[in-house]
């Protein structure tokens, strides 16, 4: 199992361009996740899905969005880059939802919003 | 607004030594303090996590202490070693099951 994929691994980006995230699990898991660590702060979830379809905002939703049309792949849009989104973002996936189900986290994409 | 608040920032420690990460949190109605570890250029993994119905944990070299009256709960790393230099995060589940980091320590072992 390759787990939780992402990319690209790096990107620069200028302000106002768009660009998509991929990220895939091979895992079969029902819940997605994604995160942006910015340093100094730890992980804020941006976006998450409970399954093909479904879709809810995390704690910071704005300027990104999201789609899930399939169990294994979860992307995250940037519609309208700006240097605040300049962050590592990582996708991650659970089975369940239940406080004892882990997170699987992918290896992140480095962003730069120039 | 940090809903769960970790220090020290970074960490220092001879191989061997004690490492002591802390964590403290507000929100009673977190159900479970997981503990992720994360080296460089890979995302984090999960390390190890307790409930709050437990006071310790340990899974070898690597122990939580819980204080739930104090809304406390640190990790301790016994007889560090170089392969444990990475980047730790506490964290924090409630019932709605988002995750709440911590801002995260970086443990240094030196040889």
């Known amino acids: 199992n390759a787990g939780v994929t992402q990319t690209p691994k790096f990107r620069i980006l200028k302000i106002g361009q768009s660009m998509t995230l991929q990220c895939a699990q091979d895992?079969?898991?029902?819940?997605m996740y994604w995160y942006r660590q910015d340093p100094g702060m730890g992980l804020k979830l941006i976006y998450y899905?409970?399954?093909?379809?479904i879709t809810d905002k995390g704690e910071v939703p704005n300027g990104y969005n999201v789609s899930r049309s399939t169990t294994e792949d979860f992307p995250l849009r940037l519609e309208l880059a700006a240097p605040s989104q300049t962050s590592v973002y990582f996708c991650?996936?659970?089975w369940g939802q239940g406080v004892t189900d882990t997170q699987y986290f992918g290896p992140g994409t480095r962003l730069t919003v120039l | 607004q940090q809903q769960v608040k970790q220090s020290p920032q970074s960490l220092i420690v001879q191989k061997g030594g004690i490492s002591i990460i802390n964590c403290a949190y507000e929100?009673?109605?977190?159900?479970?303090f997981p503990w992720y570890q994360q080296f460089p250029g890979k995302g984090p993994a999960l390390l190890i996590a307790?409930?709050?119905?437990?006071s310790e944990k340990k899974e070898g070299r690597f122990t939580i202490s819980f204080n739930k009256s104090a809304k406390q709960f640190s990790l301790h790393i016994m007889d560090s070693q170089p392969g444990d230099s990475a980047t730790y995060f506490c964290?924090?589940?409630?019932?709605?099951?988002?995750?709440?980091f911590g801002a995260g320590t970086t443990v240094t072992v030196r040889a």
């Open positions: 307790i409930r709050p119905d437990v």
């Open positions: 964290a924090a589940i409630p019932n709605d099951y988002k995750l709440s």
């Open positions: 991650a996936s659970s």
């Open positions: 895992m079969n898991h029902n819940y």
């Open positions: 899905s409970v399954g093909a379809g």
């Open positions: 929100n009673t109605a977190f159900d479970y």
